[in-house]
T-cell receptor
């Protein structure tokens, strides 16, 4: 079945550094991918829609300069958390829709810890 | 935007018991999705429903798309310890438009062996 690969699964970084998270659709193409943030014991919060070949669409309240999204190919989207601070520590999850079935497949998530 | 009301928020059951959870919406959905999330992992699709009244099974899991298109339920029969996790319902915010999903708040399931 359709698989979405997300890397890394866990990252620890110092405050002020930038972290890049990759999301790949392994056996299907995705012109659109989604990035979510999840706080403990809460549901997924959509951060932005990644669009292949064009700018990402950010949800209200999400800083586009803080969370840089690049969708350079039909199988890869990246999220870069710039100048990370402890409050950016969270669980980040990507997803890609399988258009033929109107569903989304999710990556395994990335646990970001900013010291 | 469309809101999904998922209940119950949490359940504590004994192994072997059956479980039922549901989602309701004030708006009509054309697709209902049920996901399970294990701790530290991304959500995994369990069942997708596409037609009002549709009843679909996946092993011990059964989900139904409500006739009104405003609700769906998920049943788990004969629960086992590995059923532990958070179950989310989801549906497309704007059907046919860029596949954005809206999620219920989740049902946390704990199974006591």
């Amino acid at each position: 079945g359709a698989v979405v690969s997300q890397h890394p699964s866990w990252v620890i970084c110092k405050s002020g550094t930038s972290v890049k998270i990759e999301c790949r659709s392994l056996d299907f193409q995705a012109t659109t991918m989604f990035w979510y943030r999840q706080f403990p014991k809460q549901s997924l919060m959509l951060m932005a829609t990644s669009n292949e070949g064009s700018k990402a669409t950010y949800e209200q309240g999400v800083e586009k300069d803080k969370f840089l999204i690049n969708h350079a190919s039909l199988t890869l989207s990246t999220l870069t958390v710039t100048s990370a601070h402890p409050e950016d520590s969270s669980f980040y999850i990507c997803s890609a829709p399988l258009a033929s079935r109107d569903i989304q497949y999710f990556g395994a998530g990335t646990r970001l810890s900013v010291l | 935007g469309q809101q999904l009301n998922q209940s119950p928020q949490s359940m504590f059951i004994q192994e072997g018991e059956d479980v039922s959870m549901n989602c309701t919406s004030s708006s009509i959905f054309n697709t209902w999705l049920w996901y399970k999330q294990d701790p530290g992992e991304g959500p995994v699709l369990l069942i997708a429903l596409y037609k009002a009244g549709e009843l679909t099974s996946n092993g011990r899991l059964t989900a139904q798309f409500g006739i009104t298109r405003k609700d769906s339920f998920l049943n788990i029969s004969a629960s086992i310890p590995s059923d532990v996790g958070i179950y989310f319902c989801a549906g497309p915010i704007n059907p046919g438009s860029n596949y954005k999903l809206t999620f219920g708040k989740g049902t946390l399931l704990t199974v006591n062996p």
